[in-house]
């Protein structure tokens, strides 16, 4: 799957150091996979919710945070709309944004 930023990933785990491995390792799993369909995505991450449109919830570090990506099968790509705190993710409706 190509992967819609990395630097995403890199600006938040420099305001939350102990992200940083979880979120690297979602990254290169991510990125090594051929997802076709939500099953495939619940294959490499069991704990994946999907919110409708488009939009898939991924518990990272325990559930301490949450990253919502928008998966387009088709063309294997992934867009991070969204990475934050449990409680930053309670505020917003991520099948908006």
């Not at 088709?74 to 449990?86: A, D, E, L, S």
């Amino acid at each position: 799957m190509r992967i819609i930023a990395h630097r995403k990933i890199a600006e938040f785990y420099e305001d939350h150091p102990n992200a940083k491995i979880p979120l690297e390792e979602w990254y290169l799993k991510t990125k090594k996979s051929e997802w076709g369909n939500f099953a495939d995505v619940k294959n490499t991450f069991n704990s994946v919710d999907y919110a409708g449109n488009q939009r898939y919830i991924f518990n990272i570090k325990g559930n301490e945070y949450r990253l919502v990506a928008m998966i387009l099968f088709q063309i294997k790509r992934v867009y991070i709309r969204f990475i934050g705190t449990h409680e930053e993710y309670d505020k917003i409706d991520c099948s908006k944004i």
